[in-house]
């Protein structure tokens, strides 16, 4: 579906956004990615990867080991510049966004994303964000919102 035919059906600017990030995205850095199957951030990440999207869990608990068969890594300034990361999909407390995104924002040069998922927003961190060029969706997840534009 292209954005001409999504204005036609009524979709919002935010859906727009998530249409193309959902097309474009190639690299997701999920902070808080849990190794729990049980956990929310696992079955997000592990759609994803089902999607073709390369994951790179962020989980200092368990930095060195592996998640869905990718390297964690303690922080985002941790993750090697080559890996591309184009996405950071933040499944944290709302009060940790700021920081999280100071790191992408200095740590990723090839940043186009930031992500908050359901229940997590932070005006101040969007905003900074956004000044920086970036994308920012607030309280919402990949899992439910990338099948509507795939």
Known sequence: ???AVLRDIGTSPVDEDISRIARSTRCIAIVGL???EARPSWGVA???KSQGYRVIPVNPGHAGGTILDELVYADL????HETGVDMVDIFRRSEAVPGIVDQALYSL???RTIWM???VSHALAANRARAKGLTVIEDRCPKIEFPRFL
């Open 117 to 119: 998922q359901l229940g």
């Open 1 to 3: 579906m292209n954005l």
């Open 109 to 111: 040069p090839r940043l």
């Open 46 to 48: 592990r759609y994803l």
């Open 34 to 36: 849990s190794p729990n």
């Open 77 to 80: 300034r941790a993750i090697p």
